[in-house]
């Protein structure tokens, strides 16, 4: 025991270093379809216990030959979603607490066709061996329904959002390096599954998709207290107190114990609410007590290094084919919707 607990730093460190190469190697020989293997995440996982802030420091000690994309503030401007002047003020926020609220909601005529959207594609019940169908909103079973990103993609509004230039520039302005969009999730959550708390995503924990990543949260539904919102601990994506620092769940009954709960922050909104989240940091989504909340996430990376990499066929609408055209490297993983690959 005594023994583990003086050698696991060590062995972090290690990781650090063999994640350096790895990472740098991955980005030097990349090809569409590359993944990490498993040995190479758990390597990068075990190395970002050492402080939140390891894998922004690894992606850009690594980096050097990006692979990603910035958008110019000209095509920013073009956003559907996000005013331009709201931009270094996200980048501020995310920086400083780790996220950031806009004060622009999002249209309805948009919110409206998504949720539609959303309502009417397979979803798979979590936990449950079970074919995905439309969500069963009067009847749920599960706690969590997840839409594939083929499905996702099918809303000319999702593939819009998911492709945002201003959301991809804040992205990179925020990590400090170009960014590649490298994955997209869309989900609810009901008031059934309280048992499944771990699994619903439902206990606080850090995200470590990939080295340096940052997301992008819109609600399309109403979001209140008793509706399960987004949750997270200001601050935690630069520091976290040793003992909170291990891969995990959390109860919030040791968040309380770390001296955070002053930093928990519920973000509740209307329809139409987009969040930018640092999720390095600790978050969790809640149970909801009433209703049920449905969420579209984007999120940006510096590299597809370090976890598994989903290339999504869907049929593109004239938007993503010229987002596609003007940032090939930005939305590298959409190149199967664009070629008979
Ligand atoms: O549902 C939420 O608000 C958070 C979800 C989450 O943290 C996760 O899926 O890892």
Not at 245 to 271: C, F, N
Not at 330 to 340: E, G, I
Request: proline letters at 7%; charged letters at 25%; hydrophobic letters at 35%.
């Amino acid at each position: 025991m005594g023994e583990s607990r003086f050698a696991e730093p060590f062995l972090r460190r290690r990781r650090f270093t063999r994640t350096l190469h790895a990472a740098r190697n991955f980005d030097e020989r990349f090809t569409p379809g590359a993944s990490a293997d498993g040995q190479e995440f758990f390597d990068m996982r075990s190395a970002m216990d050492l402080r939140p802030t390891a894998g922004k420091e690894m992606s850009r000690k690594a980096l050097i030959h990006s692979r990603g994309g910035v958008p110019t503030e000209d095509l920013a401007r073009t956003s559907t979603f996000v005013a331009f002047d709201e931009i270094d003020a996200c980048v501020t926020g995310l920086e400083q607490d780790g996220v950031y609220v806009f004060r622009q909601l999002m249209p309805s005529t948009m919110v409206h066709p998504m949720l539609e959207s959303a309502l009417t594609v397979p979803a798979a019940p979590r936990g449950r061996d079970a074919v995905a169908s439309p969500f069963p909103r009067s009847s749920p079973t599960v706690g969590r329904y997840d839409i594939d990103e083929n499905d996702t993609m099918a809303s000319p509004q999702m593939q819009d959002f998911c492709s945002d230039p201003a959301l991809a520039l804040i992205a990179a302005r925020y990590l400090g390096q170009p960014v590649i969009q490298d994955q997209t999730a869309l989900w609810w959550t009901t008031t059934q599954g309280a048992a499944d708390a771990s699994m619903n995503a439902w206990l606080f924990h850090q995200d470590r998709d990939r080295l340096s990543f940052v997301k992008f949260f819109c609600y399309l539904t109403d979001v209140g207290p008793e509706n399960g919102p987004h949750t997270m601990v200001r601050g935690t994506h630069k520091r976290v107190p040793r003992a909170m620092s291990r891969d995990g769940r959390k109860t919030d009954e040791a968040v309380r114990a770390a001296g955070l709960w002053d930093q928990v922050t519920e973000l509740t909104g209307p329809a139409g609410t987009v969040l930018a989240v640092d999720t390095v940091g600790l978050h969790k989504g809640q149970p909801p007590i009433s209703g049920d909340r449905c969420v579209l996430q984007v999120e940006f990376a510096t590299s597809l290094f370090g976890a598994h990499v989903d290339y999504p066929r869907f049929d593109p609408t004239d938007l993503s084919r010229e987002r596609f055209a003007q940032e090939p490297q930005l939305l590298q993983r959409w190149y199967r919707s664009f070629t008979d690959e």
